[in-house]
């Protein structure tokens, strides 16, 4: 315990050597956030940052590599992929700066973390879509951020801690927990920090929170449940784990039906997800190759 104030501050110090969001994240949040968010805003705010501008032309381009004409515009863009793919396309890019990197002692290459993040805000946007479509792009931004303090647990742990660690998961204790023990922060609380510093939305924060732990969330309780949700799929997706074997093993854990049951979902319905969370992930390939 008397190590545990030092590593909190350390987890801090990390969170603080990490770069900015870019603004254009912010305005397509709160384009987001509005509902009559308009396309001359959307393109107002694209116009802040060239860089992103280039990606989403080049995805626009790839989705539809079959035009004789480049698309070279992001008029011309949001007119062939729609408003919607633009935003989302916009917040992918954005993220993909801050995101995409390795954590050494979490096992996890740069590609690995991006993509366990691009497949968790992909199956949180599917759910969203069939169950709650009004947080539809609230579901994919906060799935592709609910483990960004990881950045700031991964510098925190040494050798023989990242061991330590190994060993307490191959036991079945949950991350979350090994971390609060060893550090006094957890890569949840962390998140946290994160997204309170850089003034994300609320809700969003505290799916960041409580992704892990949402019987403790007081607030925005749909979203939170369905990040615990879209992370676990996207943890079965990418460590290849036979998906009836995991179902199985939910038949005796009362987090998952808690989760799936305030979401609106069946047992069966949860099921017929993973095919097609599997299907999205094909289809937007493009997004772990930014
Ligand atoms: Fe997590
Ligand atoms: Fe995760």
Not at 212 to 227: M, T
Request: proline share 3%.
């Amino acid at each position: 315990m008397s190590q545990a104030r030092p590593f909190r501050e350390q987890a801090i110090e990390n969170l603080n050597a990490l770069p900015p969001f870019p603004l254009v994240f912010y305005k397509i949040l709160d384009i987001t956030e509005n509902v009559h968010g308009s396309r001359d805003e959307l393109l107002r705010a694209l116009s802040l940052d060239q860089a992103i501008v280039a990606k989403v032309l080049q995805i626009a381009n790839s989705a539809y590599y079959g035009l004789e004409k480049k698309v070279s515009t992001v008029d011309r863009a949001v007119a062939l992929i729609g408003e919607n793919m633009v935003r989302e396309v916009a917040i992918y890019c954005s993220t993909y700066v801050i995101l995409r990197r390795p954590l050494a002692r979490f096992r996890l290459s740069a590609r690995q973390f991006w993509e366990h993040s691009v497949t968790a805000s992909l199956a949180a946007r599917c759910i969203a879509t069939r169950k709650i479509p009004h947080i539809r792009e609230k579901a994919l931004v906060a799935g592709l951020l609910h483990d960004i303090g990881k950045l700031a647990m991964d510098g925190l742990i040494d050798q023989n801690l990242e061991e330590e660690i190994q060993e307490r998961l191959e036991k079945g204790r949950p991350l979350d927990e090994i971390e609060k023990d060893l550090f006094g922060i957890d890569h949840c609380e962390a998140g946290c920090l994160f997204a309170e510093k850089w003034s994300f939305p609320d809700d969003i924060r505290d799916a960041i929170s409580y992704h892990h732990r949402p019987g403790q969330a007081a607030d925005h309780l749909h979203l939170v449940y369905l990040i615990q949700v879209a992370d676990k799929i996207a943890h079965v997706l990418s460590a290849g784990i036979n998906i009836k074997d995991f179902l199985e093993l939910q038949l005796n854990a009362t987090d998952w039906d808690a989760a799936i049951g305030y979401l609106g979902l069946s047992r069966d319905e949860a099921e017929l997800l993973f095919p097609d969370i599997e299907a999205e992930l094909r289809g937007n390939e493009v997004f772990l190759e930014l």
